[in-house]
């Protein structure tokens, strides 16, 4: 059993920056794709970035493309969003996920749907001031 722990959020001015981490336990990620997703007041979650379980290719929601980067440390078990120029419309919880894609496939793609995630974090809040 996988255990996904977020840290790093916090209050923010509006253009600042923020890395947020995802700590695993109970198990490495190097078989894993990993994800950030967020969820806002009254809305629901959606995927912000997500990592093929090699690394090989990522995948950024619009909105936080050229602005974001997702990465993974496997040897520290550790999945990172980095956060720059941030915006007030980027508050929100921001989740980790993990998939376990096998470590084969050397193509496979990061995994973009949250049902098809297998663990998830308890979330940390970002907030942003305009």
């Known amino acids: 059993q996988v255990k996904l722990v977020e840290s790093g959020g916090g209050l923010v001015q509006a253009g600042g920056s923020l890395r947020l981490s995802c700590a695993a336990s109970g198990g490495t990620l190097d078989r894993y794709g990993m994800g950030w997703f967020r969820q806002a007041p009254g809305t629901g979650r959606v995927i912000v970035a997500a990592?093929?379980?090699?690394?090989?290719?990522?995948h950024y929601a619009d909105s936080v493309k050229g602005r974001f980067i997702i990465s993974k440390d496997n040897a520290k078990s550790t999945a990172y969003l980095q956060m720059s120029s941030l915006k007030p419309e980027d508050t929100a919880v921001y989740y980790c996920?993990?998939?376990?894609?096998?470590?084969?496939?050397?193509?496979?793609?990061?995994?973009?749907?949250?049902?098809?995630?297998?663990?998830w974090g308890q979330g940390t809040q970002v907030t942003v001031s305009s």
């Open positions: 990592i093929a379980w090699n690394g090989r290719t990522t």
């Open positions: 996920a993990a998939d376990y894609q096998g470590g084969v496939d050397r193509f496979r793609g990061p995994t973009l749907n949250g049902d098809d995630y297998d663990y």
